[in-house]
């Protein structure tokens, strides 16, 4: 890694970078350029608004306009023009975002996600064997991507980044408008429907309004499912919305009620298997992944002037289906699949003061209390046919194993940031978090287990199974208290350049296994379920430069981070009955650079760049880790070593029209999609064990625009890549590696009153 040192530290004489957002042309006007420098892009990553340059931390600003001309609906689009990020996506409703690393998979089942999710104050991110919603990114204000632990204002489980999406507010001073339509072809002949539409009204002019948006997306699939015989089988169908109501009785007061909801129910899953084709899969039943919430979120401001008291609560409710095949265990030897239906209900509060702008001291302090219960059925099934075919009797229907569980997750946590103005050009910032967090799971009573996997396995015909009763059962309560801390220390050695040290740290909430010391009905040679994993946590370094130079034709940002890794949670599974586990192994490093730049020559032209260098790999492991989990020493982590994006723009103008062509080029080079060995035989290699490719996505839009209508034609795609995006790291799938979407072009049209 001394070659990517060497690197940074001559490109630390160079100027560095913010964010791309398109200009327009700057025939137009000075001032719709300045919009794009990162001096006037302000952010509220540091729960304050801040110019992005000031902003000791690595973060990426995307703004609605520049989102809807790219076509940018979910967390792909924000992956493939954000340095450091990977987006480990399966299927619609599985979303992973590995930042800088901090992963050994892109499923992560059992575990909390690395990476935070928010919508607004809403944290939405959750375990990788749930479904986890692709929300909706049309009217928000802006999605801001830090990268790097981020646990002293966004908690636990913002370990290794965050994503914040921000939904606009109403403007109770004017009505306003608008609607954005999306028609496309994927793969020739796969219509896709995406229709937007926002309205804002005031009700009391300067004090009360409402803003209400809808969504409605009919997508057609393109990959076919042999066992089922539908052909375009991942189809979906998502539908939701927002309604925002505030209140600004003066202008020191404002009180809002937000209501979301938002239901995506994809048809089918779209991983595939390569040995059938390349967009074909299998299994006897669809797999559904489909997911829907409703939050409701208040939120109270009040400007008492010394500082701004801030309050917001939110419930929420999220319903999810998880309903998959696993006969790909057994070979596809016999029916064997799970139902999993389950059902969130989440309280979060939070209160936090901020301090008012001016003097030398910045300061922020708050509480956190969050509080999650997950219930799910599981229910395991044959196929009646099978069961017949055998004369297996003894199960009241095909299910062979069927119980009820619930969970119960707190954190409940006291924050604070504190910053020093020595001068206008040199600032320290420092902030702690204290945390205490609990999570324990339950079994209720009332179901019941079977020898059916034994009984097919060994081929039993005309039998009567063996059915047991569940016995209700608690399980192992798990708790922990951590500290996390930051520091900073940034230095401005000119108006338009801002460089900065920090150091940070971070943890995720332990874990509980719902089935510890359960013993496999398969082999009672292969491994107990242990209790848990607790806490891992990481340290991170990180040096950075923000700048605009050559009379602001140049923007950069360069990030250098080193980052310490211990304790990793890893999701291990039981060979036999493939069974899935959290524990804990030793350590690993993940470091390297980032770039963004910004290049604007004059004339309607304009160059954006971002990438990001890396090397991580496992440094520290025991004989009895590497034998539980598969892992090895020096293996690389589920990153690749480098990715990165080059955009080119040029804006023109067509008679009294306004134009632009863009196109994009995003590398992505491959990556171990999972850890190397079969858990509990070690040196065994997993049969599973792939890597992803490395791939190239081209995509390209041309647009015209006048007053308030807008018309974009696109191409995602372009080339028809069929590159491997993801590898399932579990055996229990026949179909397991998921592709870029095929060729899709098309053309939107938006609308603002």
Partial sequence: MASVYAISIAILGAPAFAQQVSP??????????????????????????????????????????????????????????????????????????????????????????????????????????????????????????????????????????AVRILTKKPNPNKFEASTLVDFGLTDGDALRQRYNGMVNVPLVSDELALRVVGFYRDEDGWVDNLGTGIKGANSLKAVGGRAHLLWEPTSKFDIGLLIIREDNEPADSSLTNPDRGDFIRYTDRPDLFQSDMTSYNLTANWDMDFATLTTSSNYSKIDGKFIVDLAGTFGGGIPFALDAVGHDENFVQEVRLSSADGGNWDWIVGGFYFNKRRDIDYDYRSSQEFLDTRGLTGLPDEYYYRFKGYFDAIESAAFGELTYHFSDKLWATGGLRYTETSVQSHTLGGGYNS?????????????????????????????????????????????????????????????????????????????????????????????????????????ANLAAYYINWEDIQVQANRLSDQAQFATNIGKAVSQGIEFELGYYPGNGFSIFANGSLSDTEITDLTDEEAAISGAEEGLQLAMPDFQGALTARYDFTISDKDAFVTATAAYVGDFPAMLPNVPGQPGVPAATFDYTDAYTVVNAQAGISKDDWKVIAYVENLFDDKSITYVHPEGFLDSRYARLRPLTVGVRLSYEY
Wanted: proline share 5%; hydrophobic share 35%; glycine share 8%.
């Fill in 24 to 161: 327009a042309d700057e025939a137009t006007s000075d001032s719709t350029v300045d919009e794009a420098r990162q001096d006037t892009i302000i952010v509220t990553a540091t729960r304050r608004e801040q110019s992005l340059q000031d902003v000791p931390l690595a973060v990426t600003a995307f703004q609605q306009e520049a989102m809807s001309e790219k076509g940018i609906v979910s967390y792909d689009g924000l992956a493939r023009e954000t340095p450091g990020i990977v987006l480990n996506q399966p299927t619609a409703n599985f979303n992973t975002i590995t930042t800088r690393g901090i992963a050994t998979n892109g499923y992560g089942a059992n575990l909390q996600a690395a990476t935070a999710i928010y919508i607004n104050e809403l944290p939405i991110s959750s375990n990788g064997n749930s479904t986890i919603l692709d929300p909706t990114l049309f009217d928000v204000e802006r999605v801001e991507v830090l990268r790097g632990p981020q646990g002293t204002l966004f908690g636990a489980n913002s370990l290794s980044g």
């Fill in 451 to 555: 020898n059916y996997l034994t009984a097919a396995l060994l081929g039993f015909t005309n039998t009567a199974l063996t059915v047991t009763p569940v016995v209700a059962a608690d399980g192992l309560k798990v708790e922990a208290d951590n500290v996390s801390y930051k520091g900073s220390l940034s230095y401005k050695p000119m108006d338009n350049l801002t460089t900065y040290a920090s150091v940070s740290t971070g943890f995720r909430s332990p874990v509980a296994n719902a089935r510890a010391g359960l013993a496999s009905g398969v082999d009672p040679n292969d491994i107990i379920i242990p209790n848990g994993a607790d806490s891992d946590k990481l340290t991170s370094y990180e040096v950075g430069m923000k700048g605009a130079f050559f009379d602001r034709k140049l923007t």
